[in-house]
């Protein structure tokens, strides 16, 4: 090397040590100012570490998803006057200024309330604030900011407040990120100013704010460079501007969750070139079909539909946006093939495609998708064979999936599970429940993806309880419902998924005893309609965190355990129906604060029921404790009723009289007291009950008159059931209630399908239809029933009964009815079974009776009716139902009319 060169390589290196030696003397000289320190100090002494001694709110799960689960870690822990603000956790400072520059406490557990006039707004060279995820419930936005702030991120932190032009925010804010503060409201006029005014606004993100009323313009007007805006769950109304999907430097747009946008999806103008990237617009009221002028947005890669409302097909056009990672439009109304242009993309990795309703098999392209890691197909209409052995590769050579839904379709086809299993090694859910395949298993214990987490196999004909769950130890979810597997369940299944397993459906199968549950994580247990006989298992009562319990339609017996009591502030729903368990009411059900739903029906329950069930009945939504041995009284309710919407005591030997505080609970759907002992009148104080549909009565010791209150002007106004039979009712029937009775009245459905009536999560049955003793396991919402027989009635039939024109059921029997039957009664259009046997009617059967085409059932018997039986379609058929009227002639009767052609 040259002498020149020499020299010159010694010059560089000093000049680079000297560089570098100024740099550290002016980051060490250029602390941060004692003003700024003093105002990050006040803005911490105002706030405390979140105490993490209790479970975080659901908020701050994301904190833990980026920064893992055991993240805690206050971050102004090293906040203090005797060291550089510079060098405090989330401080960034200019190095040759010392002025803060950047703030970053995002997840910093902070807790407090913000004064709108803290300084750490208006830091006077503050460039970057990012305060997300921290509990600053109540504060309130400044009404002005440091003018140097570009970015700003105070989402999820329970803001509160109106956002109005008092609230100036920077002229040059870059990125402004308010979501998740659903207790802040954003006047209309604010967010349209930004979007016309912000110059430079590259990100906007402002989702579960409540922009007040804000109707969309038919075109929008941005002179900002935006790439991203979110407008998620912001009360948005209208339909979408016709250039929303057009805009200029636009790559980021999510709508989702606003339910009051209507309308088409707007086209894409295909003569320029669109920079959408993202865009999401489910849970909106849009219609119509998906054009097919969104295949023109090529530089798409995440396209969100679900749950819209769209009809028609796939358009052809999804083939070119060959970008595209994500494509999700389940729940709408879709149809047609699948096409299998589809799944040529080359970089789809998530296709959700669920509850809508395609049809036809399965394209062969779809087995070559190979980046495919996401695929839902449950709950269409898709067919075909679908072999998941050895034999006919499918599914498995989908080697990068981690989920595949295909529940609830109608496919055919013999899987072997353990195959499956191990040929996709990322595997994560399987959900197969339903969908028409049957599944094997060689019950060999396989290598099993450690991240396994989801198993559906409902109703795919397992005989047996595969040994290879035994492997899956971070199962979370798991449901071999509707199957037929028989015998104990293997003792090792209580620790399948450790404390990670949450959900376990075993029922409708053939089992006949359980584990030693041991984990403390199962939330949601179904055991219904097995062999599972003897006591109720204490083991049970180890899972403590237990939401749901259903051990129904089994032959469990003796006594619920007190154990029980010890996961009382976590159980919602207790179904213990059709067993053999006996005993008092046990009392630690009083305990059990949480519960909405309690079924004790149809078991062996004896003596009083406590008074103490009347302080948990304001948080039920469901209390059956029908078809026991229960005596004594009904317990008063001493609260308000909460939500109750269905209180069902049928079947017992309950006396006393109907609570009056019953009338208190505002939700009651259903009320059924039958076959007791009850001694009272008429419940007229029910009749302002709103929601009422179904009462239930029957077989009691009811008596006296049934009259109209002239307290309530429109009592009982829906009620759909009706059920005061075999009892001890006088006088007239009771007309003023009839008339009032409008949801009898030309009920329309909006459904072709039948649709029963929910009560607090599940259905209430009847025992009484077409006048026989048949139980119906769900009461359709459309069945409309009045039964007033085997009473002391007396008088005509009113007229009134004629207009009640959905009735499905009537039953006037076992009366002392007099005068004619009314001729009105051919308006019951609806009626299925019509009995007015066993009265003193008179007169002859009026015609209007031989036009009821639905007619099933008709009992006339028993009368003193006379003169020939009307001619009609459905009246042959009924041979049995005119005999004691010996003044009655014609078909379906031997005797004749005299007429010569008779």
């Known amino acids: 090397m040259s002498n020149s060169k020499v020299l010159l390589f010694f010059s560089l290196f000093f000049f680079l040590i000297f560089v570098a030696s100024s740099s550290s003397f002016n980051a060490t000289t250029h602390k941060c100012s004692p003003q700024q320190t003093l105002d990050l100090l006040l803005f911490k002494q105002n706030l405390s570490s979140i105490n993490f001694s209790f479970d975080y709110p659901p908020y701050y799960s994301p904190c833990q998803d980026w920064l893992g689960s055991d993240y805690y870690y206050p971050i102004m822990m090293n906040w203090n006057k005797n060291t550089d603000c510079c060098k405090w956790s989330g401080i960034t400072c200019n190095q040759d200024t010392g002025d803060v520059i950047s703030i970053d ?78 207790g802040l409201q954003m006047q209309p006029y604010v967010l349209k100013s930004m979007l016309r005014n912000y110059t430079h606004l590259r990100e906007l993100l402002i989702s579960e704010l409540n922009i007040l009323g804000w109707v969309l313009p038919t075109y929008l007007d941005l002179k900002s460079s935006l790439k991203s805006l979110d407008l998620s769950y912001t009360g948005l109304r209208g339909k979408l501007p016709d250039n929303i999907l057009n805009l200029q430097y636009l790559e980021k747009l999510h709508l989702r969750g ?128 679908i072999n998941g052995g050895s034999t006919s590769p499918s599914f498995i050579q989908l080697i990068n999936l981690t989920h595949l839904g295909l529940s609830s379709n109608n496919f055919t086809g013999l899987w072997e599970l353990e195959v499956l299993l191990s040929s996709l090694p990322n595997l994560q859910l399987l959900m197969l429940s339903d969908s028409g395949l049957s599944v094997v298993s060689d019950n060999s214990s396989s290598y099993v993806n450690p991240e396994f987490s989801f198993l559906g196999l409902a109703s795919c004909k397992l005989n047996l309880f595969p040994e290879s769950l035994r492997a899956m130890k971070n199962l979370s979810f798991l449901d071999l419902s509707n199957n037929s597997i028989h015998g104990p369940i293997p003792h090792w299944a209580g620790e399948i998924g450790g404390d990670l397993l949450d959900y376990l459906d075993l029922s409708y199968n053939s089992i006949t005893g359980l584990p030693q549950f041991q984990q403390d994580g199962i939330n949601y247990l179904y055991l219904q309609s097995n062999q599972i006989q003897g006591p109720f298992p204490p083991s049970i009562c180890n899972l403590i965190n237990l939401i749901s319990l259903d051990i129904s339609n089994n032959s469990f017996s003796g006594v619920i ?12 729903y207790l179904n213990l129906k059709s067993n053999l368990i006996q005993g008092f009411f046990p009392p630690l059900i009083c305990n059990l604060s949480a519960l909405t739903f309690l079924d004790m029906s149809d078991n062996n329950f004896g003596g009083v029921i406590p008074q103490c069930l009347g302080n948990i009945i304001s948080s039920l939504l469901m209390m059956d404790m029908g078809n026991n041995h229960f005596h004594g009284t009904i317990p008063n309710v001493y609260e308000e009723c909460g939500q109750l919407e269905g209180l069902i005591f049928n079947g017992n030997q309950l006396q006393g009289e109907i609570p009056r505080s019953l009338s208190k609970c505002q939700y009651l759907k259903v009320l059924d007291l039958g076959n007791n002992q009850l001694n009272d009148t008429f419940p007229e104080f029910l009749g302002d009950l709103p929601m009422l549909q ?93 039964d007033l027989s085997n009473n002391k009635f007396d008088g005509e039939i009113p007229s009134v009964i004629g207009y009640l024109t959905s009735l499905m059921v009537l039953d006037l029997s076992h009366n002392s009815l007099t005068g004619r039957i009314p001729y009105v009664l051919g308006n019951l259009s609806e009626i299925e079974s019509l009995d007015l046997s066993w009265n003193k009617l008179n007169g002859e059967i009026p015609g209007s009776l031989a036009e009821l085409k639905f007619l099933r059932s008709l009992n006339l018997s028993q009368n003193h009716l006379m003169g020939r039986i009307p001619l009609g379609t459905q009246f042959g058929k009924f041979g049995n139902s005119f005999g004691g009227n010996p003044e009655l002639c014609g078909l379906p009767l031997p005797k004749k009319c005299g007429h010569p052609n008779e």
């Not at 796939?314 to 589809?342: H, I, Q, W, Y």
């Open 105 to 182: 406490l995002s997840c910093g557990m902070l807790q407090g309330t913000l004064h709108p006039n803290t300084s750490l707004f208006r830091l006077p060279h503050l460039q970057t604030l990012n305060l997300a995820y921290n509990d600053l419930t109540d504060s309130q936005l400044p009404r002005d900011f440091s003018n140097s702030l570009t970015h700003l991120n105070i989402s999820r932190c329970r803001f509160t407040g109106e956002i109005s032009s008092e609230i100036s925010f920077p002229p040059n804010l870059v990125s402004l990120d308010l979501s998740g503060n659903n």
């Open 258 to 385: 606003n339910s009051f946008v209507t309308g088409p999806i707007p086209k894409v103008n295909m003569s320029i070139n669109v920079p959408l990237k993202w865009l999401h617009l489910s849970f909106t009221n849009l219609s119509g079909e998906i054009p097919d002028s969104i295949g023109h947005l090529k530089s798409l890669n995440h396209l969100g539909l679900s749950s819209c409302g769209l009809v028609g097909s796939l358009p052809k056009s999804l083939v070119n946006l060959r970008n595209l990672t994500t494509l999700n439009v389940e729940g709408n109304m879709l149809k047609g093939t699948l096409p299998s242009s589809l799944f040529t993309l080359p970089l789809l990795e998530n296709l959700y495609l669920g509850n809508n309703m395609f049809t036809g098999g399965l394209p062969s392209e779809l087995f070559k998708c190979r980046s495919l890691k996401r695929l839902s197909l449950d709950n269409n209409q898709l067919h075909g064979e």
């Open 561 to 572: 355990p007190q154990c029980l009591g010890d996961i009382s502030f976590s159980l919602e």
């Open 694 to 786: 179904v009462l239930a009565l029957k077989s009691n010791k009811l008596h006296g008159l049934i009259e109209t209150p002239s307290t309530i002007k429109s009592a009982f106004p829906s009620m759909r059931v009706l059920e005061l039979s075999h009892n001890e009712f006088v006088g007239h029937f009771p007309r003023e209630y009839l008339q009032n009775f409008n949801a009898m009245k030309n009920t329309v459905t909006n459904s072709t399908k039948p649709k029963s009536l929910p009560v607090g999560g599940n259905y209430y049955s009847v025992s009484v239809v077409k006048g026989l003793e048949q139980a119906i396991p769900q009461i359709l919402v459309d069945y409309v029933i009045l």
